[in-house]
């Protein structure tokens, strides 16, 4: 019960974080990402679950987050450059690793969720 809790409430979060995502210059790239989280844990509270596409989902966001975290302005340049200012005060990213860092945990959440699914059935 408590696992198609959790899937509801991931799949209700990730439809928004796409929805919101939909104005962004990247929207093509996040949007999907979102997309593809939203519908295994939506098809995880009907109990249909495709191991193969979590692992091929959790390989490409965690290589992606790995990317984001080395990347020019990334999440290291955010904690050793930057001194781990606040990401969380305003929604616009006004400094360039904002946006890099938001993401890297962006993509962090929907591994973990994709985690659970995967371990848990």
């Known amino acids: 019960m408590i696992l198609i809790i ?3 409430l991931f799949c209700i979060a990730f439809l928004a974080f796409a929805y919101v995502n939909l104005n962004d ?10 997309m593809v989280a ?23 966001y965690l290589i992606y987050a790995v ?3 080395f990347a020019k302005d990334g999440v290291s340049d955010w904690i050793m450059k930057y001194k781990r200012p606040s990401i969380v005060e305003t929604m616009q990213a006004e400094k ?21 699914d995967y371990f848990a059935r």
């Open 25 to 34: 210059i990247d929207a093509p790239l996040w949007v999907t990402i979102y």
């Open 96 to 116: 360039p690793y904002i946006e890099k860092t938001r993401e890297f945990f962006g993509l962090l959440i929907i591994t973990g969720a994709l985690a659970i």
């Open 38 to 60: 939203a519908i295994c844990c939506g098809l995880a509270v009907f109990k249909m679950y495709y191991p193969t596409v979590y692992l091929i989902a959790i390989a490409f």
């Open 67 to 69: 990317i984001l975290f």
């Open 6 to 8: 959790l899937n509801i």
